[in-house]
């Protein structure tokens, strides 16, 4: 392979590892309502996530939000952001490569907007 197309094939190889550095532009997501308050089901999701796993609480504008690994959403391997008042929140969940670990993040935040 001549040295042009080994410097073609890893500027493509490159770019496509780089398409969406915001967490939430990835197509791995969920999105729902739930009746608990935000700090009840930020908890609920947290307590179903390895124990090794860093997260951070953030208050952001009128919606709480957990992030995994990272509050960088470039960097971050999970977000899941609640907002809402009273009765019903929204909720939307996204994870970065949720292939490697089956979604985990994402099936917490469905189960725990249920129960």
Not at 73 to 81: C, D, F, H, S, Y
């Given at each position: 392979m001549s040295r042009l197309m080994m410097a073609v094939a890893a500027g493509l190889l490159l770019a496509g590892c780089a398409h969406d550095p915001d967490i939430r532009?990835?197509?791995?997501?969920?999105?729902?309502?739930?009746s608990?308050?935000?700090?009840e089901y930020l908890n609920c999701v947290k307590a179903e996530l390895p124990d090794t796993a860093k997260t951070y609480v953030v208050?952001?504008?009128?919606?709480l939000e957990l992030f995994v690994a990272s509050t960088d959403?470039?960097?971050?391997?999970?977000?899941?952001?609640v907002q809402g008042a009273g009765g019903r929140q929204q909720f939307?969940?996204?994870?970065?490569?949720?292939?490697?670990d089956k979604g985990r993040l994402l099936d917490a935040a469905l189960m725990c907007s249920r129960v």
């Open positions: 532009s990835g197509r791995d997501n969920t999105f729902g309502m739930t608990k308050s935000p700090p208050q952001n504008q009128d919606a959403p470039t960097k971050a391997e999970g977000l899941v952001k939307s969940a996204y994870q970065r490569d949720a292939w490697y």
